[in-house]
């Protein structure tokens, strides 16, 4: 094994080599070379320190070992942004998520998006973009007698910033959406047919509800810019093509715009057009976010035993800290422009998730994707729902409600009257200090950190795996990888040792499987989910293209698939288990 990858020796230390490398890569910090960072826990140390510096001189220390406390032994795990840059002389930013401003439909406006989109990247932020609102490919421009170029060029353009910017950082980095009804929709569906093109985006549809019905009743749909209808065509037709792209090539996603701005308690204030870059956050033009998930493996008392819980008082504790951490972090954070600063201090929008669904499961006995493990993670998620807005309330209280509060146009939307009843009326009392609490990131390194907990709310991968990891001088080393659940089985009761049902992987699920568990966290879960629904190969196009239709059924707020194939590639190499 190369250096680097030895596991220090220190308490509360690493489950596995990759979380040591992991942290020494990513989260470490040094300084010309140097080490300041020595530990795991000098880290957690630097970002309470950090994060409390928010707080009243007398209450620091205090707060600080809260902070430290949570993060300890990897339970409240904030998203690499907090843990890269807190407390560091850096000039980064400290939230992940980012959607960029409006874009104009102009030369100068496509520019000096591009611009403020660099100077984001450059801080660590990740990038979402709505293209809609640029004109379609050959609509006239007045006073240059030509042909508008169209929001695909202008997609080149911010490929080729974030490819200067963000080197090496790879695909995925930002999000590019659509509206259904732009007349250039399908050239934005079949976008990265050549592979060598925009591969800094993901791609996404916002597909409105009567895009929904149209298909489903199959009538015409109109392509329409600035109320002038471009072309008519049959909705499933359209339907069909953004539907065989992302069968062949697992792009474009598939937002329920509609959905998502119901469902945004702060739309009466705002409109939404578009996510991050993996799509747990929707945001607004200039929206920002702090992100922090909860372990759930760490909270489970008796794994594998017939009286295995999870506990809950520790998830409402966890929340608790967590919502005060991510406040602290908008005030703390650097920001790429005044835009965006103003816009995450006026509404104060944070993100509370959580990581090691699977594992959590599995160490109850649990199937994932079973009706018991949907009923599980919902009552999971309508916990860590109520116990965020109980602290927003009572930090309301304290520091006063976000400045953009609405209270009656607030209390009435539909997410605050799902919340139990002595919480609402907490929030009656106080306000809300932040806008909107929760959503669930995709969690790849911080999951991999915490020991390689199953990421977010998705299903085990595979329990041995190769995972090619990157330097920052630009090596790589494969490195053989165990799932947490399977790790920590085989310590209890060996390596030998007949694993029990609950032990399922991606593979072992159908596509209505991770449907369910989606749509059963997104009822208790403000913002977005990061969630792919894995196919088979040899799923037919019809069936495949019924998942889309299940998590709009469902109530999901938007539906990514993965189905391998000689284009899409494996996503890692299984072992045996």
């Known amino acids: 094994m190369p250096d680097e990858l030895e596991v220090p020796k220190n308490r509360g230390g690493f489950d596995q080599a990759i979380s040591a490398f992991i942290w020494k890569e990513k989260y470490q910090y040094r300084v010309n070379g140097r080490a300041i960072d020595q530990t795991i826990e000098s880290t957690w140390r630097r970002v309470a320190n950090g994060l409390a510096r928010a707080e009243r001189s007398d209450m620091q220390s205090n707060v600080a070992d809260r902070f430290f406390a949570a993060m300890e032994d990897f339970k409240l795990l904030p ?57 379609p490919v050959g609509t006239y421009v007045t006073g240059l007698d030509c042909g508008a170029a169209g929001p695909i060029a202008a997609m080149e353009i911010f490929d080729s910033v974030c490819a200067m910017v963000v080197k090496g950082m790879g695909r995925g980095a930002m999000m590019a959406t659509m509206r259904c009804d732009h007349p250039d929709i399908i050239a934005f569906a079949n976008a990265k047919s050549d592979p060598f093109k925009l591969r800094n985006f993901n791609l996404s549809v916002m597909v409105t509800d009567a895009f929904m019905q149209a298909v489903r009743d199959n009538t015409h749909w109109d392509l329409m810019w600035e109320g002038r209808i471009f072309e008519t065509i049959d909705a499933r037709d359209l339907w069909q093509i953004i539907m065989k792209r992302t069968y062949a090539a697992a792009e474009p996603g598939v937002l329920f715009i509609d959905r998502i701005n119901a469902m945004n308690p702060l739309n009466y204030l705002e409109e939404i057009s578009a996510t991050n870059s993996c799509a747990e956050q929707p ?22 035993e017939k009286a295995a819980f999870l506990d809950l008082t520790e998830l409402r504790r966890l929340t608790g800290v967590a919502v005060r951490m991510l406040d602290n972090a908008i005030e703390v954070s650097q920001f790429a422009n005044a835009a965006q600063r103003r816009e995450a201090r006026e509404k104060r929008r944070i993100g509370i998730g959580v990581t090691a669904v699977a594992d959590a499961l599995i160490m109850l006995g649990i199937p994932y994707g079973s009706d018991a493990a949907a009923q599980v993670l919902g009552n999971w998620m309508r916990v860590l729902q109520n116990a965020a807005y109980t602290a927003s309330a009572h930090l309301a209280e304290e520091r006063g409600a976000f400045p953009a509060y609405v209270a009656q146009r607030h209390q009435d939307h539909p997410m605050i009257a799902r919340l139990d009843p002595e919480v609402r009326r907490l929030i009656l009392r106080h306000g809300l200090r932040n806008a909107a609490l929760t959503s669930i990131a995709p969690t790849g390194t911080i999951s991999m950190l915490a020991g390689n907990v199953s990421s977010g709310i998705e299903p085990v991968f595979s329990f041995s795996y190769q995972r090619t990891v990157n330097t920052a001088q630009g090596k790589q080393h494969h490195e053989t990888v165990k799932d947490y659940a399977i790790w920590l089985y085989h310590q209890m009761f060996g390596a030998g040792a007949k694993l029990p049902d609950a032990f399922v992987t991606a593979a072992d699920l159908q596509p209505s499987e991770h449907v369910v568990m989606q749509a059963a966290a997104q009822r208790w879960v403000d913002g977005g989910i990061s969630k792919t629904v894995n196919c088979p190969e040899a799923i037919t196009f019809d069936a495949f ?33």
Request: net charge positive.
């Open 79 to 135: 998203a690499g942004r907090i843990l890269a840059g807190c407390g560091t002389a850096r000039h980064i930013t400290l939230a992940n998520t980012f959607v960029m401003q409006t874009i104009p439909d102009s030369v100068a406006g496509i520019m000096d998006t591009a611009k403020q989109a660099a100077l984001t990247m450059q801080m660590g932020g990740g990038l979402g973009y709505d293209f809609s609102t640029i004109r």
């Open 283 to 304: 945001l607004p033009p200039n929206g920002t976010c702090p992100l922090a998930s909860i372990n759930l493996a760490r909270l489970v008392r008796s794994p594998f």
């Open 545 to 577: 293209k019924s998942v889309y239709q299940e998590a709009y059924d469902a109530g999901c707020k938007g539906c990514t698939t993965f189905r391998p194939n000689s284009i899409t590639g494996s996503v890692l190499e299984e072992m045996e288990r």
